[in-house]
């Protein structure tokens, strides 16, 4: 039993442990809750790399939960086998490709109210936002009804293995049937990313992930009234969990609970707007798109190898968005405080800021990449019990995880571009990235020989995978070439 002096001793011990808890709850929070001044302030002049940290973390909490939205699927669909683990694999660069058309735009929604909110015109960065926002929404509802219909003959284009077509063709149905709240929620994030506000978005991220995680099992093996829909209930439960997000974020925006606060007025469209998002978004538009087509295509190319090397790159895909969680954000601390930056004319601040995020993501990079190499084999054993699809995916991450860090070099600067509304020479660059290199050396390394040229070097999906693997390092060096020239730092927003 405790006397009278220990019991004190004890609540004194207490007391001073809860007081330390609430001073470091307070002090994460005066580090991550901020007005919108206070980060403009931050971003403006305080010190670079806590500044990048404090940007990037948030995002990379987002990246790792949308990660693990997508490694969900993969691990309960990996349980009923690898054609329905090829499903969503099959699916996902449609999807992409229409996703990257709206995040395209955003893009231009990222830059102007970057922009302008550096410049101090904070109302401009408001009537930026709802522009963009409309744009959207509208482009939305043409891409949900387009790829309904026209998603059987995709597929079949892309020439997807016969067992994994028709379970591909209807997740992709139901998951387009989401599209215009995934575009409003990509409008959310990239217009708050424009603005430094990276942590509401995460939280936003956390419900939308949480409603996947919980639907994913219920509804692909049944429990209680629910049915077992197999691949069918993955696409429901991301559907689901789409829908959620972007109504949070629709709610937040027009009832003044960020600091973009949009009414029904700035969704008008106006000429002198619409011109300035096409300007800055049609690149970035143009370089996304272009990039989904070659992923499709790299499915496609990818698939002529049959069923297992299709599983294994769906799960592998996974594996390294998950490694990539730092890249993303760095990238956008970058795109933020770069934009903001360039709109104050601290050009030489955005140069250094650029610097430091490429060093510290790449050496995150490099060491996270080095860690999947040595455990391949035991990540891929998680997700499937094939052997085939085991040994092939283990190849794959061995190869591709060894350029991880390049990536990361090249990301950085890319988002720092478009950040400055610079994004001809972002487009530019990421086309050569993943169709002069990527897509054009997973062909010619995979196949007997190329059309046109007549020269391959039959090493079938071997080839593929080292392909992918050189594109980042000769990408990322072309990508610095460009940062040289200092053209990036020209301010782009207009009156």
Known sequence: MFNNDECKHLCLKIRDKISSS????????????????????????????????????????????HISFNIVDTFWLGRLGAAEVGAPTAAWPVIFAFLSAGMGLATAGVALVAQHMGAGN????????????????????????????????????????PDIYPLAVTYLRIVLLSMPFVFAYTAFRFLLKGMGDMVTPMFIKIVFVSVNVVLDPILIFGWSIFPALGVTGAAIATAASRVTAGIVGIYLLFNKQVDIRLSLKDLKLKFGWVKQIFVIGAPATFARVTTALAFVMLFTLVAIFGETPV???????????????????????????????????????????????????????????????????????????????????????????????????????DSSYRGTGHTLPAMALEIFRIWGLRLFLSALFALPSLPLINIGFDMGVLGVWLGMALSNPIASAASYVYFSTGKWKKKTIRE
């Open 311 to 413: 599983a294994a790159y769906g799960i592998g895909r996974r594996v390294i968005h998950v490694i990539t969680i730092a890249v993303w954000g760095f990238a956008d601390a970058s795109m933020s405080m770069v934009g903001q930056n360039i709109g104050a004319e601290n050009k030489k601040r955005a140069e250094e800021v650029i610097k430091k995020a490429v060093l510290v993501s790449s050496a995150i990079m490099f060491a996270t990449g080095a860690l999947v190499v040595f455990l391949r084999t035991g990540i891929m054993n998680v997700f499937i019990d094939e052997l085939p699809v085991i040994e092939e995916g283990a190849r794959y991450l061995a190869i591709y995880s060894m350029s991880i860090g390049f990536f990361g070099i090249f990301r950085v600067f």
């Open 22 to 65: 609430k001073f470091s709850l307070q002090k994460l929070k005066k580090i991550f809750i901020k007005t919108a001044e206070e980060r403009r302030e931050d971003i403006l002049g305080g010190p670079i790399v806590k500044t990048i940290l404090v940007l990037a973390l948030p995002v990379m909490v987002s990246s790792s939960l």
């Open 122 to 161: 904070q109302k401009t960065a408001n009537e930026a936002a709802g522009q963009v926002f409309s744009f959207l929404i509208i482009l939305s509802l043409i891409f949900t009804i387009g790829g309904f219909l026209g998603a059987p003959y995709i597929l079949r284009w892309m020439r997807t293995p």
